[in-house]
């Protein structure tokens, strides 16, 4: 039984990720967010599907450095090792022209999407050491494949994502790490309501005449990556909805 540990694992793609996981039957979950509340629901759902699965959330703001060492550092004995890491927490604040930009919101996403990553990563290698297939998967973006207008702070922290990304398979390859970066396209989830800091009506608009990708689509991808044998490794891979060509270049039905 692998463990896989999951940030931002109350909504999303690291919900989806926690449930399609679970269905699978060979994975325990560690599961940590800002939101317990959604975490306890998110145990007692997959609980009611998968009995079995042993699952174990705690609290977490992947921006504090401290308070990632120090929950890693006190999880329960039989959770001290850890098989997968998914660094799926990140947002996007505000989609604004450079000059109009709020700074606090370069803050949040610096420091959620880079800095937040960094810490998860740092913390827990030390628990992957044992494993006998580690394997480190980022959420990365078309963001960091491309700019877009108005997406300044939010594609540079992806590009950075994807820069750490290459970083890690390299300096982790002799401790037989693998080290993979999903990028999706525009998924339908509370990303876009975050961005649009709970402005509902234009969040929903953005998928308007358009079928998105979902949280459990990247989910499958996700545990196909992980469904490899051990000499192979997906390095990056860029998934799209059919009706998404680049980052702003879209097809709308109405």
């Given amino acids: 039984?692998?463990?896989?540990?999951i940030t931002g694992a109350s909504s999303g793609i690291g919900a989806a990720c926690a449930e399609v996981l679970a269905s699978e039957g060979k994975y325990r979950l560690l599961l940590c967010a800002r939101r317990t509340d959604k975490l306890q629901e998110l145990q007692e759902s997959i609980h009611a599907k998968y009995p079995t699965c042993a699952i174990h959330h705690f609290e977490l703001d992947v921006r504090n450095q401290e308070d990632v060492a120090t929950s890693l550092?006190?999880?329960?004995?039989?959770?001290?090792?850890?098989?997968?890491?998914?660094?799926?927490?990140?947002?996007?604040?505000?989609?604004?022209?450079?000059?109009?930009?709020?700074?606090?919101?370069?803050?949040?996403?610096?420091?959620?999407?880079?800095?937040?990553?960094?810490?998860?990563?740092?913390?827990?290698?030390?628990?992957?050491?044992?494993?006998?297939?580690?394997?480190?998967?980022?959420?990365?973006?078309?963001?960091?494949?491309?700019?877009?207008?108005?997406?300044?702070?939010?594609?540079?922290?992806?590009?950075?994502?994807?820069?750490?990304?290459?970083?890690?398979?390299?300096?982790?390859?002799?401790?037989?790490?693998?080290?993979?970066s999903v990028d999706p396209g525009m998924v339908e989830t509370e990303f876009s309501e975050v961005r649009?800091?709970?402005?509902?009506?234009?969040a929903k608009n953005v998928y308007n005449g358009l079928t998105p990708l979902s949280g459990k689509d990247i989910a499958e991808i996700i545990a196909f990556v992980l469904s490899r044998p051990a000499h192979v490794n997906i390095n990056?891979?860029?998934?799209?909805?059919?009706?998404?060509?680049?980052?702003t270049i879209v097809r709308r039905d109405n």
């Fill in 73 to 180: 550092a006190n999880l329960p004995a039989d959770w001290k090792n850890i098989d997968i890491l998914i660094n799926n927490a990140g947002l996007s604040q505000g989609l604004d022209l450079f000059q109009d930009a709020d700074i606090a919101d370069w803050d949040r996403m610096i420091d959620t999407n880079v800095k937040g990553l960094l810490y998860v990563t740092k913390h827990s290698i030390p628990l992957m050491e044992q494993s006998e297939a580690p394997h480190i998967i980022n959420l990365g973006s078309i963001a960091g494949k491309e700019v877009y207008p108005q997406g300044n702070v939010y594609c540079a922290t992806k590009h950075a994502v994807d820069a750490l990304t290459k970083a890690m398979r390299i300096d982790l390859l002799n401790k037989g790490i693998k080290v993979t």
């Fill in 1 to 5: 039984m692998r463990t896989v540990f």
């Fill in 236 to 247: 990056d891979l860029l998934v799209m909805p059919t009706a998404q060509a680049s980052g």
């Fill in 196 to 202: 649009f800091k709970g402005d509902k009506e234009r």
